[in-house]
C-alpha cells in the first residue's frame, strides 16, 4: 500500500547546519532523530541558490533555464505542469500549508487546498531586482538581514509557529475524516530565512564566546572572485553590521533559527505520530538553498559555493533504507518522487530520476548535478556543475573555479588556472554544454528580464513594486 507523504520544506537552511551533518554548535535534535531512521542524502543542491526560482523548479522538475523563472519577480504560475498536478490527475488528495512563493493563490499551481500560503509581494516580486545589467542595476537599500539583529519575534517566527499550529490542526482533522486515501501535504516553514530575528530560548544555545570565526574574511586578506564581488557589491550585508559583536548576534542568530526550525519539525513530526500516521507516512525535509552566513564575508545565498548551493535533504519512512546516500542529488530529483511515490511521473529534466531510484542504484559519486543563478545582483549568468570530486564554476564574462571538494571541501584553493587541472577544466566544460549553452541561457535571461521591466512600464515604475527585500508572510487571524 502506498504511504501518505509529508514534505517539509525551510528556507535558506544551509546544509552542514544540523547536528546530523557534524556541525560542531547547532542543536536539531529532531532532524537529527529523522535522520538516524531514514536516509540522508550528504551531497544534495538547489537548482538555484535563490527562493522564487528554486520553487519553481521544485514544483515542476525543471531547471531555470527551461522554465524561464530566472528571479524573484518571475514567480511559478501553475502554467507548466508539476508534480502537484500529476496528483490532482490522479486523485490524490495533495494540499499546502505555509510558504510556496508562487505567484498567487488563485493560480492552479498543483493544490486542492492552500493554507496560509505565503506568495511573491504583490504578485509580482522583487522587480527592481530584475534590473542587473551592470551599468543600469539598483543597488538595495537599507540591510537585508533586518534592521534590528538579535533575541526576540518577528512576522517570520509568528508565521512559522501558525503554519505548524495548521499543520498539526490539519493531522488531527485527517485522522477523523472518512477520507482513507493516501495523501501528499507539503508544509513550508520560513526559518532560518532573515530578519535574524529569533525567540530567546533559541539564541541563548549560542554564546557568543563559542562561535567560530567564519572563513577567508576579506578583511584578512581574502580576495573574492571578480563575478562575486560585483554581486555582493548589489547588497553587501558584511559592510552594514554596527561593530564586531552585532557580527557574531548574527550568526547566532541564525543558528538559533535552525533551532527555532528544529522545534517546530518536531512539533509536526510528533503531531504526526499522535494522529496515527507515523507508521504509514513517508516525511521528506528540505530547504530551497543554503545561507553563506559569513563565509568569505557573504551572507544569504546568491552564489554557487557550497554554503549556498547546497541544501539538506532526509528521507524516512516505510521501505526507506537507513543510512547515508552519498550520490549527488537535486530538487528535480525529489519533484520526481513525489510524482513517483504515488505511481505518477512528471515531465521532469532530462537526467532528473526518483530518490527511491537513486538510492536502489547505489552510491554513483559521478552523477552530475547542475545549479545556475541569474538573479539579483548577479552581473552575468553563474552555473554551477558538481561530478565527483570535481566542482565546477561558470560564470560568463568572468574567469571560471574550480575545486576539488576530496580534498578541498571548504573551496579554500581555487585550481581553474593550475596547468595540471587543464584537462579537467575541460572536461567540466564540456559537461556543462552537456546540459545548456551557457552564453545562450545568459542572453536569454536578460532578454526575459528586459522584457518584464518593460511590461511593468520601464525602470522607474519597476523599483516601485513588490517587496524591498524579504517578502512579507500573510497576515495572520487575530
Wanted: a negative charge; one cysteine or more; proline letters at 7%.
Amino acid at each position: 500500500m502506498t504511504s501518505n507523504l509529508l514534505v517539509i520544506m525551510s528556507d535558506e537552511h544551509q546544509a552542514r547546519a544540523m547536528g546530523c551533518a557534524g556541525h560542531p554548535l547547532v542543536k536539531t535534535p529532531h532532524l537529527d532523530r529523522l535522520a538516524a531512521r531514514g536516509t540522508r542524502f550528504t551531497n544534495a543542491y538547489t537548482p538555484s541558490p535563490i527562493c522564487v526560482p528554486a520553487r519553481a523548479s521544485f514544483a515542476t522538475g525543471k531547471y531555470p533555464h527551461e522554465t524561464r523563472l530566472w528571479d524573484n519577480a518571475m514567480p511559478y504560475d501553475g502554467s507548466i505542469p508539476g508534480w502537484g498536478h500529476a496528483l490532482q490527475k490522479a486523485g490524490i488528495p495533495v494540499e499546502s500549508i505555509g510558504k510556496l512563493h508562487y505567484r498567487a493563490e488563485e493560480d492552479p499551481a498543483g493544490f486542492d487546498t492552500e493554507h496560509l500560503p505565503m506568495m511573491v509581494a504583490g504578485g509580482v516580486g522583487m522587480v527592481w531586482a530584475s534590473i542587473r545589467k551592470e551599468d543600469e542595476r539598483i543597488y538595495g537599500k537599507g540591510r537585508m538581514l533586518g534592521e534590528y539583529i538579535g533575541p526576540g519575534h518577528s512576522k517570520y517566527t509568528e508565521y512559522d509557529a501558525a503554519v505548524t499550529s495548521r499543520t498539526k490542526s490539519w493531522l488531527e482533522e485527517r485522522a477523523t475524516s472518512e477520507d482513507t486515501r493516501p495523501w501528499c501535504l507539503y508544509v513550508g516553514l520560513v526559518a532560518p530565512h532573515f530578519p535574524l530575528i529569533v525567540p530567546h530560548e533559541y539564541f541563548d544555545l549560542y554564546p557568543l564566546d563559542a562561535l567560530q570565526e567564519p572563513k577567508l574574511n576579506p578583511r584578512e586578506g581574502y580576495k573574492r572572485h571578480d563575478w562575486v564581488e560585483k554581486q555582493n557589491a548589489f547588497m553587501d550585508s558584511e559592510a552594514k553590521f554596527q561593530d564586531e559583536n552585532e557580527r557574531k548576534v548574527a550568526i547566532a542568530s541564525y543558528l538559533g533559527l535552525c533551532s527555532w526550525l528544529d522545534h517546530n519539525v518536531g512539533g509536526i513530526l510528533s503531531a504526526l505520530d499522535g494522529s496515527g500516521f507515523g507508521k504509514d507516512t513517508t516525511v521528506i525535509y528540505t530547504s530551497d538553498h543554503g545561507d553563506n552566513l559569513g563565509a568569505r564575508g557573504l551572507w544569504g545565498k546568491s552564489n554557487l559555493y557550497q554554503e549556498s548551493v547546497a541544501v539538506p535533504m532526509i528521507m524516512a519512512g516505510p521501505e526507506v533504507p537507513v543510512g547515508l546516500c552519498e550520490t549527488p542529488v537535486s530538487l528535480l530529483d525529489l519533484s520526481c518522487t513525489l510524482a513517483t511515490h504515488f505511481q505518477q511521473n512528471i515531465d521532469a529534466a532530462p537526467g532528473a530520476k526518483p530518490l527511491e531510484t537513486i538510492m536502489r542504484e547505489g552510491d554513483d559519486p559521478e552523477r552530475l548535478v547542475f545549479s545556475e543563478y541569474h538573479a539579483a545582483g548577479a552581473v552575468s549568468g553563474a552555473f554551477m556543475l558538481r561530478k565527483g570530486r570535481w566542482k565546477y564554476h561558470y560564470y560568463v564574462g568572468f574567469a571560471p573555479e574550480l575545486f576539488d571538494l576530496e580534498n578541498d571541501p571548504e573551496e579554500l584553493e581555487d585550481l581553474s588556472e593550475s596547468p595540471e587541472h587543464a584537462a579537467t577544466l575541460a572536461m567540466m566544460e564540456a559537461a556543462l554544454h552537456s546540459i545548456c549553452d551557457p552564453k545562450d541561457v545568459n542572453a536569454q535571461a536578460f532578454r526575459d528580464q528586459a522584457e518584464l521591466i518593460s511590461l511593468h512600464g520601464g525602470p522607474e515604475r519597476a523599483v516601485t513594486l513588490g517587496a524591498p527585500g524579504a517578502t512579507p508572510p500573510p497576515k495572520l487571524e487575530a
